[in-house]
Nanobody, 125 residues
């Protein structure tokens, strides 16, 4: 059975960094795109980054481009989201999700089949 688990959130000061992890099981990772999404209170879920099964294609939302980097370690069935230059507007619950597809990934949450439970990221001084 497929399972996705996200972790690594916490409290960080403005300008700080965090690395989120997304671990999968029960999925053929090379045929699975992984996406990162976030949702702040009262806001819609926003797709912020994704990586395809091969790890060769990535996608970023404009809001995080240049500050966040997605990568994958297939040997560990884990995808990372390295976040730097964090600002208070980045405060949200962050989710990773899996989309069993070949080819490029998308930032549309409707494309994703399996979701982690979410990890809180709070940026505050």
């Amino acid at each position: 059975q497929a399972h996705v688990a996200d972790s690594g959130g916490g409290l960080v000061q403005p300008g700080g960094s965090l690395r989120l992890s997304c671990t999968t099981s029960g999925l053929a990772l090379r045929f699975t795109a992984i996406g990162w999404f976030r949702q702040a209170p009262g806001e819609e879920r926003e797709g912020i980054s994704c990586i395809d099964g091969s790890g060769s294609s990535t996608n970023y939302a404009d809001s995080v481009k240049g500050r966040f980097t997605i990568s994958r370690d297939s040997a560990k069935s884990t995808v990372y989201l390295q976040m730097s230059g964090l600002q208070p507007e980045d405060t949200a619950v962050y989710y990773c999700a899996a989309d069993q597809r070949l080819g490029r990934c998308f930032l549309d949450h409707a494309e994703y089949d399996y979701w982690g439970q979410g990890t809180q990221v709070t940026v505050s001084s």
